[in-house]
């Protein structure tokens, strides 16, 4: 047995939590197996199946990810699969995690709350596109830009510029 951690509001319990719920095993992207660097649970992992084409979610708490989830909204979305109306799609296993109870899925609310945001856009109604910063090609991919941070870097300029530039010109 693993040891797990007595104490349920410590963020090792919650660590512990969403490591045997395996949520980083679909949100967190991979490359012939090995985890995308910097993007945990950033989403965009694709998923094709007799469900269709579905992309996994940003789970970070930036504002492209789920930065605006309460608890409460988190633990309505784990229980029911319905995010504002919708019903996600049936690879995201809710019924799995239906039972759980509050303690542990506020254990791993609080353990998603503690990682890195990061900024990267998946939108699942969208067509799949080739992703720069994932390194998957999924909804909404190419809304995605390498260049991420530091927006002073004088270097970063000319790099964006010219992809806002051969944007254009694709879509003339
Ligand atoms: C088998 C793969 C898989 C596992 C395991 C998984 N997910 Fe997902 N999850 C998905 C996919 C795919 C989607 C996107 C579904 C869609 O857009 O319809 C998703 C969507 C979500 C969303 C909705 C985000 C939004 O607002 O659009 C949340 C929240 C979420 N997952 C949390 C979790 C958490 C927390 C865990 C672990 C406890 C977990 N997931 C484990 C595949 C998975």
Redesign the pocket.
Do not use: K, Q, T
């Given at each position: 047995m693993p040891d797990i951690p007595s104490d349920p509001n410590s963020p090792k319990y919650a660590a512990h939590m969403?490591k045997i719920?395996?949520?980083a095993?679909?949100?967190t992207p991979t490359v012939q197996v090995e985890e995308v660097k910097g993007m945990g649970l950033a989403g965009g992992q694709p998923?094709r199946g007799p469900w269709g084409n579905?992309?996994?979610?940003n789970?970070t708490p930036d504002d492209t990810g789920?930065r605006t989830?309460t608890e409460d909204f988190?633990l309505l979305?784990?229980r029911t699969g319905v995010?504002n109306g919708q019903h996600?799609?049936p690879?995201?296993?809710v019924l799995a995690?239906q039972n759980l109870n509050d303690t542990d899925l506020k254990a791993?609310y609080s353990y998603?709350r503690s990682v890195p945001a990061v900024q990267h856009r998946v939108d699942?109604s969208l067509t799949p596109t080739d992703c720069k910063v994932c390194k998957q090609r999924h909804g909404g991919g190419d809304k995605n830009s390498a260049v991420k941070k530091n927006w002073t870097n004088r270097n970063a300029w000319p790099v964006l510029l010219f992809s806002q530039i051969s944007t254009v010109l694709r879509c003339g």
């Open positions: 969403a719920d395996g949520c095993d679909c949100h998923f579905v992309a996994s979610a789970i789920i989830y988190f979305v784990l995010v996600l799609n690879v995201m296993p995690y791993v998603l699942n």
